[in-house]
């Protein structure tokens, strides 16, 4: 069964890059966290906030419908969803 097919397997891609990713951004953040002062204070901070701010997004999301229906759908919006974050941190913490 070729990628094209089968769904699950795009999702398995996506969610191994967004691993991928995540391990970047723990790495950056040990760096900026280790260095101390206020910039790690704020980091850990914003890390916090951002845990428990998705500890409620998605469950509200699927409760609203805003994943989908199907299964295939949930898993590959929540993927997305979560790897915007991801991504954006990545960003934010390489540029210094």
Do not use: C, Y
Not at 44 to 60: D, H, N, Q
Not at 75 to 94: E, F, G, M, Y
């Amino acid at each position: 069964m070729t990628r094209r097919n089968d769904p699950w397997t795009g999702l398995a891609w996506d969610l191994w890059a967004m691993g991928l990713e995540a391990s970047s951004v723990i790495g950056l953040r040990t760096l900026k966290i280790a260095a101390g002062g206020a910039t790690a204070d704020a980091e850990i901070r914003l890390m916090v906030s951002e845990k428990v701010a998705a500890s409620f997004a998605l469950p509200m999301m699927a409760m609203t419908g805003r994943l989908g229906t199907s299964s295939q759908a949930v898993a590959s919006r929540s993927i997305t969803h979560l790897r915007r974050k991801v991504r954006a941190n990545r960003r934010r913490l390489s540029k210094g």
